[in-house]
Each structure stands twice: as structure tokens, then as C-alpha cells.
């Protein structure tokens, strides 16, 4: 019997390959899956290269806005008879030292006199600085650059620009 097969798979070359190219294949499918050596899929049991991970700690944002919202209360217009001396006495220990000196050239007339009105809105978060859209009365708003404070657990402004949008 085996001796006919053979003579039979033997009479056609083109018999002969389908033949022993499906044997082959049939052969490795089965071997495979009786074996368990199938590639492993996204849910598999294949054993992982260990990866370390690590939470992503993300800051609180309250002692930013609230540093943005009080500066701009001070910031946004000076108060009736005040100097200009004044008004940047009022807004130095809530700025940083650089910026306290870049408000020295601040025009007061040119400030937008409209308070803070309105929810702030975090444009940007990270763990030693914020950027705070911050609305004013008048319909605008202002983006209000804070950092960790200098030498103090205090956030400081460090900017103050008019918000223009992205």
C-alpha cells in the first residue's frame, strides 16, 4: 500500500511538490499547536522584558491661580493718588526680582484698569510653573506667567502678557 502511493506521488512532478509542500506545512501547523509555540499575542502568557514605570505626579495648580488672580488685581490699575512707586511696592513681594525690575518701565497709564472677573483658565502646568489665562472685567484677558517662588514655598509672577489666544 505504501509502495502504491509512492509510485502514484512519483508519475507527476507537479504531484510530488503539492504533495510534500502540504506535508510540510500540515506538519509545522501541527507541531506548532500542539507544542505551544505560537507567537504570543496581546493578551498572551509569552514571558515580558521588565520595564520600570513611574507615575506622572501632577501638581496642584491652586497656588499658581491664586498667585496669578492677586497680582493682576494689584497689577491691572493703580489705585486712586497712588505713584507709580506706589503701585510697584504693592507688586514687588508678589513678583520675581527680575520681573519686579522689567515693571519699573511700566507705563501705569498704559495698564488695562479692568480687575480680574471671570474663572481662570491653567494654559500650561508643570511642576515649578504655570501659565494662567486670567479674564478681566472689561472682556479681555491677560496670561500670567508664575514659578516656584525664589527661596520661598511662595509661586511668584515672573510675566504678565496680554492674552491673544494660542
Given amino acids: 500500500m505504501i509502495s502504491d502511493f509512492i509510485t502514484w506521488l512519483c508519475r507527476s512532478p507537479r504531484r510530488l511538490v503539492v504533495v510534500t509542500l502540504s506535508t510540510i506545512i500540515l506538519v ?40 496669578a488672580v492677586d497680582f493682576v488685581t494689584l497689577w491691572a490699575k493703580t489705585e486712586p493718588n497712588e505713584t507709580k512707586s506706589d503701585w510697584l511696592a504693592r507688586l514687588t ?31 500650561f502646568l508643570a511642576q515649578e510653573s504655570a501659565m494662567i489665562a486670567v479674564p478681566l472685567s472689561d472682556g479681555s484677558s491677560v496670561l500670567v506667567t508664575v514659578v516656584a517662588g525664589e527661596g520661598t514655598s511662595e509661586p511668584m509672577v515672573s510675566d504678565v502678557q496680554p492674552n491673544t489666544g494660542d
Fill in 93 to 123: 513681594p508678589l513678583a520675581t526680582p527680575d520681573y519686579a525690575s522689567a515693571l519699573e518701565t511700566t507705563d501705569p497709564s498704559a495698564l488695562p484698569g479692568a480687575a480680574p472677573d471671570g474663572e481662570p483658565v491653567v494654559r
Fill in 28 to 67: 509545522f501547523v501541527l507541531g506548532s499547536a500542539l507544542l505551544g509555540n505560537d507567537a504570543p499575542s496581546d493578551g498572551g502568557d509569552a514571558p515580558r522584558a521588565a520595564t520600570g514605570s513611574t507615575s506622572a505626579v501632577v501638581p496642584a495648580s491652586d497656588g499658581y491661580v491664586t498667585a
